[in-house]
C-alpha cells in the first residue's frame, strides 16, 4: 500500500523534475532531428516513407493502412510527446492528397468515393473493374498519360477509399527491415 503510493507519488513528481531541469522549446523541436534519431532504423527516409504509405486529408495525416486513428496510433508509437507536432508536419508535407483526383478525374468519374463504389473491387492485391472485370493495375497506364507513379498512387487511392488493406510496394511490416 504504502509503496503503491510512493510509486504513484514518483511518477507524478518524476517528469516534472526532468522538466525543470532540461526545459524543451517545443516550437524549436526539428521533426528531421527526431525522426534520424527515432524512426530512420526501422522506416529509412520519411519522404519515402511518406509517399508510400501515408495521406494527408484535409489536413489530417492518415496511413494506408491505419485509417481510422493514426494520431493515436502514432502516440503509442515510439514518437515523444514533444514531437508529436513535429513528426506530424513533417509526414504531412509528402504524404498523399486525394484531391488529385478531383482536379484530373472528377469532370468524367465525379467524386472518388462514387467512382470507386460503382466501378471498382479491391480483393488482396489486386484491383479490377467491377463490372468490366478489367484489371486496372493495366489499365491505367494506356489511360489518360498516366505514369507509372500516378497509376501507383490511383491504386492505392481507390483501395483505401474501398477501406481495403492493399500495398502497391512492400507491405509496411516488410519494410521495417533497414
Ligand atoms: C522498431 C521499429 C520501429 C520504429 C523505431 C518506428 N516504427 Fe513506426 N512502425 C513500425 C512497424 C512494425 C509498423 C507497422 C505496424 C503495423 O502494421 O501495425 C509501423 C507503423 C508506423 C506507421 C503507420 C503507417 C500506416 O500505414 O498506417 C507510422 C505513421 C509510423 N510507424 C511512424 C513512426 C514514427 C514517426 C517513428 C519514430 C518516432 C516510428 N514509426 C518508429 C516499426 C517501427
Ligand atoms: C475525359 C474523361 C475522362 C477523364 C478525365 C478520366 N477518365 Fe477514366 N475513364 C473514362 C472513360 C470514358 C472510361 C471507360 C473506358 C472504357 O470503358 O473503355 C474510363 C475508365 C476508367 C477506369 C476503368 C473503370 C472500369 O470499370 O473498368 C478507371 C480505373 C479510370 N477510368 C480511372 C481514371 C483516373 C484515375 C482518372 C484521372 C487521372 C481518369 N480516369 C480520368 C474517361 C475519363
Known amino acids: 500500500m504504502e509503496n ?16 525543470l531541469l532540461n526545459p524543451v522549446k517545443v516550437s524549436a523541436v526539428d521533426g528531421r532531428v527526431v525522426w534520424d534519431n527515432k524512426c530512420e532504423e526501422c522506416h529509412g527516409d520519411p519522404i519515402r516513407f511518406s ?7 484535409e489536413g489530417q495525416l492518415q496511413g494506408q493502412h491505419h485509417i481510422e486513428d493514426l494520431d493515436l496510433y502514432m502516440r ?18 509528402s504524404a498523399n492528397s486525394p484531391a488529385r483526383f478531383n482536379i484530373d478525374c472528377s469532370q468524367c468519374h465525379g467524386t472518388v468515393a462514387a467512382f470507386v463504389k460503382k466501378s471498382i473491387w479491391v480483393r488482396g492485391n489486386e484491383v479490377t473493374g467491377l463490372e468490366s472485370g478489367r484489371d486496372i493495375r493495366e489499365f491505367l497506364p494506356a489511360h489518360q498519360n498516366l505514369q507509372t507513379r500516378d497509376v ?19 507491405p509496411l511490416p516488410e519494410a521495417i527491415t533497414r
Open 76 to 93: 503509442q508509437h515510439y514518437i515523444p510527446d514533444y514531437a508529436f507536432g513535429s513528426i506530424r508536419n513533417l509526414l504531412l508535407k
Open 152 to 170: 501507383s498512387f490511383y491504386l492505392k487511392l481507390f483501395a483505401r477509399t474501398a477501406g481495403k488493406p492493399f500495398y502497391d510496394e512492400e
Open 51 to 57: 509517399e508510400k504509405y501515408l495521406w494527408n486529408i
Open 4 to 19: 503503491s503510493k510512493k510509486y504513484r507519488y514518483c511518477r507524478a513528481i518524476f517528469p516534472a523534475l526532468l522538466f
